[in-house]
């Protein structure tokens, strides 16, 4: 398994979720991971915008409407496999219930930055995947 | 020669080549789910909303085996998806959700899901869903055996028993009885005159709005509680319907009632919490009046519970979401035109019905078809109420839901037959436009004229019922209530399912020893959530730390560039929030993220102290009061910030190689201040 999934394995941020999208990849859906990865991002990046969108808001009230938000965030997430963004939507759902703005912001930055930090992460892993793909000359699913 | 059924091979290797209905609006779920179901061998369909998915299961009933759905669905409840294709469609549905809160669960079951699921799905999972294709077929062949097996499954029903199986069991025995009659059957029940027994292809059933009529009006002259399949039947009187597909569909009815009781409840309670009393709240007959709850109808509190026995269309669709002003807005203007296309009381109908679109708009979706109905029924008595009975007798052509004609002893199904008749108005009308839609309607009893007048007394006599508040409603209406005082012990001892919730604690706590008298004790256990905080930052810190050169580096190379230039990583919120962050120290750019969670996390735990720019509306005010319990933490955050602050500089030039030192100040610090 290559390093830095092995690292992030480690690390607890991605748990075995994300095996079972290594294992639905193969010769006939042969990107299906890095496709899946990239839908993630693509609506974690608009949820987390609408979810600070929503925080920053001078009269915040919605927390239903946040709430939703989260729970797309919490799906999507536990569905890729990405575990501490999970753990920190769990909370940020806590706080939310419980109408604690000042817990939900926290949980927010923090959500941000899992998120970041595991985007990044991912993007390197895909990058090196690839280089070992053209280094190789040929195509072959993601090493586990 | 046998009879083939008309289906493609994969059929034939049961389960493999499953035809299956995924609903999500989450992209990347579908897209997930749809691999797996792919890997499973099943047929896979994928829409993202829950009205194509309607539209889809329609156009062609037996197209799919199996629905599988999310609950959250913005344009339609995963709930109501649910029973409309129960009862139209009469398919196992999967629900799907990432909140496995045993509310939804039960939720989920009541309206007859076959099972619930929850994210993330995994194939295993998905590699028994067949089951309960088999399951509801299963009980096709048993079907015309015991009427004693019906009336004890039925009353196990009743009593809550394994809903699946019951419910799938009546819904068999329907299908097969279905299944021997014949197409010109004129009842319009949906055939498929290939079957045989034994087959898979199970034809789907449709209540059509004429046999459901005559059904509701035999329960009706029955009593809901004396009504027993076979006397239903006998009433009917329609050809080749037989005692089991009675019973099943009296069992969803029951259902139906059941929960339409509840959200009448609600209506009676929130009738009563707006209008004062019913009389005088049945008396808003004028339109001036009822325009008045306009005001009373602002975004609200809005809990999106299951309506059933909501009309296919989509347009009505829609009026189940929360959205009061889309409530507002679509069906006025689609019923506006059909409005004008009958003649006779079209202005009142149409007028009616943007009462009914207005009213309940900060109730729920429910309480849309309730309420203005009630106020219906109220006006139809004052103004030309048998024209407008006439009109809604009718009008019924096709209309969906379960309404029931009046007359029912108990006096909240009497309110919910008193919302039928005018739901079934609506529905028609809207559905003019839609006569697609119709199809899975279901027939509206005659004796609808007789239920409105009746019904009015019975209405008012019911309303003062306020003592049952649907869960729903109860949390809607406290859900406004902000509870900012539980105390010191839960947040301290919530469980923690990560350091970020340790630190969540602390931060509370902080908040809340502000709020309360300072005492020892709170700084005390404060001090001990920071050893925890400590501990596990420590642990972080060298996973962080082992393996900061390489991550830093490689952040300091490319990530930073490319926030600041371009959109590789196109979160600029990211990059935003995290600069936010950390705004005591400016040099966050180079730092690299091995040691930004460090950085973080101290300042989200030690903000309450009242230092953080960030969140400084809130936690000043809190933090008005505390001084004394804040100035040790916040002393030894401006410590830790300074220390932070220097090794930032050096961690830079030295190649992140002082990383553990940092780590260990920073530790020590907090060791210190314990």
Known sequence: MNRVLALLFHQGVLDEQFLQLQQLQDESSPNFVSEVVNIYFHESEKLLKNLRGLLTEREFSDYKKMGIHLNQFMGSSSSIGAKRVRNVCVAFRAASEQNNRAGCLRALELLEHEYCYLKNKLHELFQIEQQRVLAAGVRYPMQR | ?674
């Open chain 2, 1 to 674: 020669m046998t009879i083939e059924p008309i289906m493609d091979d994969p059929r034939d290797q049961f389960p493999i080549g499953l035809r299956v209905l995924a609903v999500d609006d989450d992209p990347t779920c579908l897209f997930f789910l749809e691999n797996l179901l792919r890997r499973c061998q099943y047929h896979v369909t994928t829409t993202n909303q829950a009205i194509t998915a309607l539209k889809l299961l329609r156009e062609n009933k037996n197209k799919f085996d199996l629905v599988i759905s999310d609950v959250h669905m913005p344009d339609m409840d995963g709930f109501k998806l649910l029973e409309l294709v129960g009862l139209e469609m009469d398919l196992p549905v999967i629900m799907l959700s990432a909140n496995g809160d045993p509310k939804l669960v039960m939720k989920g079951i009541t309206h007859g899901a076959c099972d619930y699921l929850l994210k993330p799905v995994r194939i295993e999972e998905l590699k028994n869903i067949w089951q309960h294709v088999i399951r509801r077929k299963k009980f096709d062949s048993k079907d015309s055996n015991n009427s004693a097996n019906q009336d004890k499954l039925h009353s196990a029903i009743g009593e809550g028993d394994s809903g699946a199986g019951s419910h799938s069991d009546h819904d068999g025995k329907l299908n097969k009885k279905r299944k021997d009659q014949n197409e010109d059957d004129d009842e319009e029940h949906e055939e498929n005159e290939n079957d045989d027994p034994s087959t898979q292809k199970k034809p789907r059933v449709v209540w059509s709005v004429e046999l459901h009529r005559k059904f509701v009006a035999a329960v009706h002259q029955l009593g809901i509680d004396k009504a027993v399949p076979k006397k239903i039947l006998d009433l009917m009187n329609v050809e080749k319907l037989t005692r089991e597909n009675v019973a099943s569909h009296l069992q969803k009815y029951r259902l139906y009632l059941k929960r339409l009781n509840s959200m009448v409840n609600q209506q009676a309670n929130m009738a009563a919490a707006l209008g004062g009393t019913d009389s005088s709240y049945l008396r808003m007959g004028s339109l001036n009046g009822i325009e008045n709850f306009h005001t009373l109808t602002g975004p609200g509190q809005f809990h999106n519970t299951t309506f059933r026995s909501l009309p296919p269309s989509g347009l009505l669709g829609r009026l189940n979401t929360p959205a009061g002003l889309g409530m507002r807005g679509l069906p006025s203007s689609g019923l506006t035109p059909l409005g004008h296309a009958r003649n006779e009381s079209s202005s009142t109908v149409a007028q009616v019905h943007s009462q009914q679109v207005i009213l309940p708009g900060n109730h729920n979706g429910n309480v849309l078809q309730g309420m203005p109905t009630a106020l219906e029924l109220d006006q139809l008595q004052h103004v030309k109420g048998i024209i407008n009975v006439r009109d809604l007798s009718s009008a019924i052509d096709n209309t969906t839901g379960f309404p029931v004609s009046g007359g029912l002893p108990d006096a909240k199904i009497a309110i919910a037959s008193s919302i039928n008749p005018l739901d079934v108005t609506k529905n028609t009308l809207m559905l003019e436009q839609n006569p697609r839609a119709v199809q899975g309607g279901k027939g509206y009893g005659n004796g609808s004229s007789v239920s409105v007048a009746s019904l009015n007394s019975e209405f008012s006599s019911s309303l003062p019922d306020h003592s049952r508040l649907n869960d729903n409603w109860s949390t809607a209406a406290q859900s406004s209530v902000i509870h900012d005082s539980f105390p010191l012990n839960d947040c301290f001892k919530q469980p923690t399912l990560h350091h970020s919730n340790l630190r969540d604690n602390v931060s509370t706590m902080a908040l809340r020893s502000g709020n309360n008298p300072l005492d020892v004790s709170s700084v005390t256990s404060m001090s001990t959530e920071v050893q925890d905080i400590s501990t596990d930052m420590r642990r972080r810190a060298s996973l962080v730390s082992s393996n900061s050169r390489q991550i830093n580096n490689h952040a300091a190379t490319q990530r930073w560039d490319d926030h600041n230039q371009h959109g590789s990583y196109p979160s600029n919120v990211m990059y935003s929030s995290t600069n936010y962050m950390i705004p005591l120290n400016g040099a966050v750019g180079p730092l690299g993220q091995g040691f930004e969670p460090m950085n973080f996390h101290t300042d989200v735990d030690f903000n309450s102290a009242g230092q953080s720019n960030y969140f400084d509306p809130l936690y000043m005010n809190r933090n008005e009061g505390n001084q004394s319990a804040m100035d040790m933490s916040l002393k030894q955050k401006q410590g830790l910030l300074k220390d932070q602050r220097k090794p930032q500089g050096s961690y830079i030039s030295s190649n992140f190689g002082s990383l553990e030192d940092i780590v260990g100040a920073m530790v020590k610090q907090y060791v210190d201040y314990t």
